[in-house]
């Protein structure tokens, strides 16, 4: 099974860069893809795509998994994803990177780019 079925099977529209005619692309131009169709990036590349994510204003999501382990350890750390989103679809601005401290899995969500309490100013 692969990260894309486990997140249809979870409810979730889910396509693999490489069944979009994406294989090869550079990260930026994946990147402008991602914006453009408004999709959630599922990646284990997490310094290239976090340095990307931190210039959108705004974006659909982020999902990091931690570290690179083999595909059956991806499955599950994808599952504990879907498990600790709950019922939640929004992920707008919303990094979620989740990974292994030995057995235990850790999940950690934050906004990126940061929330900037500047833009409130009048």
Do not use: C
């Amino acid at each position: 099974m692969s990260l894309v079925e486990v997140a249809n099977r979870a409810g979730h529209e889910a396509h693999h860069v490489v069944h979009l005619g994406m294989q090869g692309w550079k990260d930026p131009e994946v990147m402008e893809r991602v914006r453009r169709d408004g999709f959630i990036l599922v990646t284990n590349n997490a310094v290239d795509f976090r340095r990307l994510y931190a210039r959108e204003a705004i974006h659909a999501g982020l999902i990091i998994l931690l570290p690179q382990v083999k595909p059956e350890i991806q499955r599950a750390l994808l599952r504990a994803v879907f498990a600790h989103l709950g019922d939640r679809d929004d992920l707008i601005n919303k990094v979620i990177e989740i990974g292994l401290d030995g057995e235990e899995v850790i999940v950690d969500e934050y906004d990126l780019p940061p929330f900037d309490v500047g833009v409130l100013r009048s």
